[in-house]
């Protein structure tokens, strides 16, 4: 299967593997462990908003940081630009904050518990993220708009059902 075959699998399997489940640590437990095994990433897993920081939630991997500050890191900025950020090498992402020598890049994309409405847009706000799903490759220039496309949908999926 190429990559998008394998995303479209994938997000057909989350749905029926967390439909009607409202516990956001089960949800997030689940997912990861679904991504990590069918994509085969170096590391894979949730940080939470909790007051004004990113702590660490579900993951598949290493062991990995605790605490995240607003901003900081490509967590942090992915949270607080509210909107996706992929890092081709993160030794040259400004900040970067290297819980593993083994990663080399990196997708992190926001989990949006509600939007703020603009008339008919809704308008993503970093007040709106209740988590960020961050994904670690041990190979540069791994992720791409595929990856980007599929793991927004699957981090909609699971703000949906998170529970908010």
């Known amino acids: 299967m190429n990559k998008t075959e394998k995303y479209e699998l994938l997000t057909s399997q989350i749905c029926s ?7 956001a640590v089960a949800v ?8 990590h095994q069918t994509m085969g990433f170096w590391w894979t897993g949730f940080y939470r908003v909790v007051g004004d920081e990113l702590l660490l939630g579900p993951f598949q991997g290493p062991v990995a940081c605790m605490h995240i500050a607003f901003g900081k890191g490509v967590c942090g900025t992915a949270w607080k630009q509210a909107s996706t950020v992929i890092v081709p090498d993160v030794e040259c992402f400004p900040g970067h904050i290297a819980c593993s020598s083994e990663s080399r890049s990196e997708i992190v994309v926001p989990v949006f518990g509600k939007c703020t409405a603009q008339g008919d847009v809704c308008q993503m706000d970093p007040k709106d993220v209740v988590g960020v799903l961050d994904i670690d490759s041990a190979q540069l220039d791994t992720f791409d708009e595929t990856d980007r496309r599929y793991l927004e949908e699957i981090c909609r999926i699971v703000g949906s059902q998170w529970g908010f």
């Open 28 to 35: 997030m437990s689940n997912v990861a462990a679904a991504i």
């Open 17 to 23: 593997l967390i439909a009607g489940e409202t516990d």
